[in-house]
């Protein structure tokens, strides 16, 4: 019996419902996923969709689409929908403008780094992670930074110190991000506790 689902180490996403490799050549839109195509199939599998009929006519039975999932913007708060069309399954913020704002009120030193490694952490599924395996997604997924693991730590110990991110116990120490603002907006905390 041959299976539907493609492995992944092929570098297929791991929704079966989804057959779009996990990185595009020359597209960096999938900054946070290591075993999904995008944020949208990530959460397709995670809250457990299926997709919906095209319409109700009698000519689309058969047809299937897949639903729009609300989210909320990293910035304002407000509603951001993600599609499973490749430039809408991966959408941070409501518009343009608002990613604009929300970029100039990060500082500029760690920031935008901090940023990053929060959304890897709340949006990729994994629960815990040691620096240096998020500082090997980030310099693969990312062009804009090259860190190490040490690096990395160094930016955990400040969100642990913050409560944006919990630490284990043992070694080497496992991060993850705080549950409880897992439906927040990421800039407002990350200003907030810059100052």
């Known amino acids: 019996m041959v299976s539907s689902i493609k492995p992944k180490d092929k570098g297929i996403c791991g929704n079966k419902d989804c057959e779009r490799p996990i990185d595009r050549t020359f597209q960096r839109l999938n900054q946070t996923q290591t075993n999904y195509c995008s944020v949208y199939c990530n959460r397709y599998v995670k ?4 997709q919906i009929s095209m319409s109700d006519s009698k000519h689309h039975k058969n047809l299937y689409k897949f639903p729009i999932i609300n989210s909320h913007c990293e910035n304002c708060g407000g ?11 991966n959408k ?3 518009t343009t403008q608002c990613r604009n704002e929300g970029r100039q009120k990060l500082p500029k030193r760690r920031g935008g780094l901090l940023l990053h490694i929060l959304e890897l952490m709340r949006d990729n599924g994994r629960e815990w992670w040691v620096s240096s395996e ?3 997604v ?4 990312q062009s804009v930074y090259t860190s190490s693991g040490k690096s990395i730590g160094n930016h955990l110990r400040y969100c642990v110190a913050k409560d944006l991110v919990t ?4 070694t080497p120490k496992e991060y993850r991000f705080n549950q409880k603002y897992l439906n927040l907006p990421l800039i407002p905390l990350l200003t907030q506790t810059l100052k």
């Open 79 to 89: 509603l951001v929908e993600l599609k499973w069309q490749f430039n809408k399954s």
């Open 167 to 170: 630490v284990s116990a043992g």
């Open 47 to 50: 809250d457990g969709l299926e």
């Open 138 to 141: 980030i310099n693969d997924k």
């Open 92 to 94: 941070h913020y409501c």
């Open 134 to 136: 998020i500082a090997k």
